[in-house]
């Protein structure tokens, strides 16, 4: 028993040693790191637009899903479950993104991940609204994977290029999915239901999705990790980042957040409210995390989102759900944009990046994969409104919670509160 002991404690210090020399590597390539610069700011706007042709796209889908079942193709909750795997792999295709972005194939990804995305909305506009397969095969499979491939790395490479303003860089490369979220639901809706129709509806979209990837991919670039001389490159290790306790409680709220969407609370009017009222979310609160700590700005979203959400049942009127909206979107979407600067402090070295983010993103999939289904099955036939928001107040809460342990720990191990 004693010997068991005493190998268990030496691993755990042979861990800690190996956590702490990374720690040190890190910090001397930050003493040579460069801050900005013209083609930091140009992967800013390339990000930005990246963000605005797919998770912009994506908040469209409620004018498909109507368009869809007012066309008779399948039930609602069956049509919603195409949305929810365009989602799931939008998310979850960042754990081999941020995998192939750590190796140095940045370009390479995001370019795959766009003729992938496009291909498959120009087969979208083929396919019959009358025939379920091919709409869930081209919108959900098909352009769930191409976004996905396109998102994290989109994300991910502001990190590259900022360190003290990384917060505020990726929040402003988020607000291009705020934006996109209110361009692309007016257009379409205007499209599918004016003298367009689906079809070229859905063309007239993707060339104008084409021209904005085609600018993203010619605006971004990477910065590769140069070890700094004298040093060795440690490979990523997946195991010590899921054994990362803080880090791991940290990515439930990313799950726990997603869980608790309130998306089909909201009608199209709405969206278009959370969506401006997000353009502020996602950038004054990175702000004052690149100050303040990112993990302490997203407890304070997190919390303010839950009791925002339970304060839905003291709303009776169209000004109560529009201020709703307003609040919600600022808040909310300041913490879905501080997931990823939040996911980018844990850390240890520049070249672990990508799998770190990537094995957060995983986490949260799984919240954009059932949230909907959930949402949709508490509403029920009688439009039981209570017990979404009961479920999405208690999900948001319970996420608070979990981040403050995690905060505690990770507060304990730089030894600084400013986490």
């Known amino acids: 028993m004693t010997n068991t002991t005493t190998d268990t404690t030496a691993m755990s210090d042979s861990s800690q040693q190996v956590n702490e020399k ?23 706007l390339g990000g930005w637009l990246a963000l605005f042709a797919t998770f912009g796209y994506i908040y469209s889908f409620g004018v498909y899903q109507d368009l869809y079942v007012r066309a008779g193709t399948s039930t609602s909750s069956n049509i919603s479950w195409i949305g929810s795997v365009q989602l799931f792999f939008f998310v979850a295709m960042g754990l081999p993104a941020g995998a192939l ?16 995305y496009i291909f498959s909305l120009f087969m979208l506009s083929l396919a019959h609204v009358d025939k379920y397969y091919q709409l869930f095969l081209s919108q959900g499979v098909g352009m769930g994977i191409g976004s996905g491939l396109i998102y994290l790395p989109s994300v991910a490479v502001q990190a590259h290029h900022f360190r003290r303003h990384r917060a505020l860089a990726i929040g402003i490369a988020i607000t291009g999915s705020s934006v996109g979220g209110i361009v692309y639901p007016i257009m379409l809706n205007n499209l599918f239901h004016g003298s367009t129709g689906f079809a070229w509806g859905v063309r007239a979209s993707a060339f104008l999705t084409l021209g904005i990837l085609v600018l993203a991919n010619l605006l971004m670039t990477d910065k590769p990790h140069r070890a700094t001389p004298g040093t ?16 791991m409680l940290t990515t439930v709220v990313g799950k726990k957040q997603k869980e608790g969407k309130m998306e089909q609370l909201t009608q199209e009017f709405q969206l278009t409210i959370q969506n401006g009222a997000s353009i502020f979310g996602r950038t004054i609160p990175n702000v004052l995390a690149d100050k303040y700590g990112c993990i302490n700005v997203i407890m304070v979203l997190v919390f303010s989102s839950s009791i925002i959400v339970f304060g839905l049942f003291g709303i009776h009127s169209v000004a109560g759900v529009a201020i709703f909206a307003a609040l919600y979107g600022f808040f909310a979407g300041g913490a879905l944009s501080l997931f990823a600067p939040v996911m980018t ?14 094995i957060a993103y995983v986490f949260t999939s799984l919240g954009y994969l059932t949230g909907p289904p959930i949402i949709g099955a508490l509403v029920g036939t009688g439009d039981h409104w209570s017990r979404p ?14 981040i403050l342990v995690g905060r505690h720990l990770q507060a304990k191990r730089k030894g600084t509160p400013w986490v």
Request: charged residues 25%.
């Open 389 to 402: 928001i009961i479920f999405s107040g208690t999900t948001l809460m319970s996420g608070f919670f979990i």
């Open 22 to 44: 990374q720690e040190e590597k890190g910090r001397l390539e930050d003493d040579h790191f460069q801050e900005g610069g013209v083609k930091a700011w140009c992967t800013v």
């Open 101 to 116: 972005l750590d190796k140095g194939y940045f370009r390479i990804t995001v370019f795959i991940g766009s003729l992938i």
């Open 232 to 247: 060795t490159v440690t490979k990523p290790s997946a195991r010590d980042i899921y054994t990362d306790i803080p880090f």
């Open 345 to 358: 402090s844990f850390v240890r070295h520049p070249n672990e990046l990508g799998l770190r983010l990537g």
